[in-house]
């Protein structure tokens, strides 16, 4: 079992979660967070950080959003991992609502502070 980032994140990008992760399995894409499904050990402490309800159990995660379950263990592998919280990006609450972001919105690649 993991948690998984949902494509709610995408374009939001809050951050809120990374710093209560026990084993640091958040990575960082350009514009969304992925959670590592081998190193998450199920603590559950992230998912009620997100204020935008983005983190889901795996057994959880909305039917039209299971192929974020790949998309998390694929992009793990690729992106770096984040620990510390920055500022979300400045339009993040126009993405907020916006439904079926992946498809558009998806960027593959790395996020860091460098990057900004
Ligand atoms: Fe990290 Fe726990 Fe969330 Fe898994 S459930 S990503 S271990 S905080
Ligand atoms: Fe994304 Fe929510 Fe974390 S918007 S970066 S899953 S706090």
Same mark, same amino acid.
């Given at each position: 079992m993991t948690f998984v980032v949902g494509e +709610? &994140?995408? +374009?939001? +990008? #809050?951050? /809120? &979660? $990374? %710093? $209560? !992760?026990p084993v640091d399995c958040f990575h960082e894409g350009a514009n969304m967070l992925v959670i590592d499904p081998g190193e998450c050990? /199920? !603590?559950? #402490? &992230?998912e009620p950080e997100c204020p935008i309800g983005a983190i889901y159990s795996e057994d959880e995660l909305p039917a039209d959003q299971e192929k974020m379950l790949a998309v998390n263990a694929e992009y793990a592998q690729k992106w770096p991992v984040i620990t510390e919280k920055r500022d979300p990006p400045l339009d993040w609450t126009a993405w907020?609502? $916006? %439904?079926?972001?992946?498809? %558009?919105?998806?960027?593959p690649e790395p996020g860091g502070p460098d990057r900004d």
């Open positions: +709610k &994140c995408i +374009k939001c +990008k #809050l951050m /809120d &979660c $990374v %710093e $209560v !992760c050990i /199920d !603590c559950t #402490l &992230c907020e609502a $916006v %439904e079926n972001k992946y498809p %558009e919105q998806f960027s």
